[in-house]
C-alpha cells in the first residue's frame, strides 16, 4: 500500500511501478469526485454518491474512506493469478486494511519540501484554497501514515522512488514468498 500527503506524487509512482513489474496489479479505486481537467478516464471509476453508498450496502469495498468531502473506496480486489495486489489510497483506507490483512505491506511517500508539494498541488489545477486543504490534511497522512508504515520513500524524482520502491516489493517477495 502507499500512502503519502496529496503532491507527494503517489499516483505517478504508481503508476511507474505497475508499468515497469506485470506482476505489480493497481487496484482501481471508484471516487464521487469530479474528474479532473485532463486527467485520466480510467484513473478512478468516477460514479455518482447514490452508486457509492449502493456498493457500500452491498459491502462491496475492502475499504473506503471520506476525503475532503469526496467518497473513496477500494473494491475487494481481485488481480490476475500471480500478481501482487497495489493500493494506493489515503490513511483512513490504509488502517482499514491493516486492521483485516496485518500483513499489508504500508509505505510512505513524502515530498522533498512542502515547496514542491504546493508546486506538484497546484500543477494539477487545484485551486490555491484546496491545495492549502490538501497540504493541511496531508499532515495528518504522515502523522497516521508513519504508525502505519514499513518504509518511508522520499520521492525527489520518479525514477529514484520507484526503484527504491520495486526494491521493497522484491524484499517483501522474499520474505513471503506465497505471494499475496
Ligand atoms: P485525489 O482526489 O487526489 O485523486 O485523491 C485524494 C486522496 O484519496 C489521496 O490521498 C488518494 O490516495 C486517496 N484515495 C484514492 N483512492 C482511494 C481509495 O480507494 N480509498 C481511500 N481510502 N483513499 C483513496
Known amino acids: 500500500m502507499l500512502v503519502g500527503p496529496g503532491g507527494a506524487g503517489k499516483g505517478t509512482v504508481a503508476a511507474a511501478l505497475t508499468a515497469a513489474d506485470p506482476r505489480v496489479w493497481l487496484s482501481r479505486s471508484w471516487t464521487t469526485r469530479p474528474r479532473r481537467p485532463g486527467e485520466a478516464e480510467d484513473a478512478y471509476v468516477f460514479v455518482t454518491r447514490e452508486e457509492f453508498l449502493a ?15 469526496n467518497l473513496y473506496g477500494t473494491p475487494d480486489p481481485e488481480p490476475p493469478s500471480g500478481c501482487d495486489v497495489l493500493l494506493e489510497i489515503d490513511v483512513q483506507g490504509a488502517e482499514q486494511v491493516v486492521a483485516k490483512r496485518p500483513d499489508a505491506v504500508v509505505v510512505l511517500l513524502l515530498p ?9 498541488l497546484r500543477a494539477r489545477g487545484d485551486s490555491s484554497e484546496h491545495v492549502e486543504r490538501r497540504v493541511a490534511a496531508g499532515r495528518e497522512e504522515v502523522g497516521r501514515g508513519r504508525a502505519l ?32
Open 55 to 69: 456498493r457500500v450496502a452491498d459491502d462491496g469495498f475492502l475499504e473506503w474512506a471520506e476525503f475532503l468531502g
Open 112 to 120: 522533498p519540501s512542502s515547496v514542491v508539494q504546493r508546486a506538484r
Open 149 to 180: 508504515a514499513a518504509y518511508e520513500v522520499v520521492n525527489h524524482e520518479v525514477g529514484q522512488a520507484v526503484a527504491e520502491l520495486a526494491g521493497i516489493v522484491a524484499a517483501t517477495r522474499r520474505k513471503e514468498p506465497d505471494g499475496p
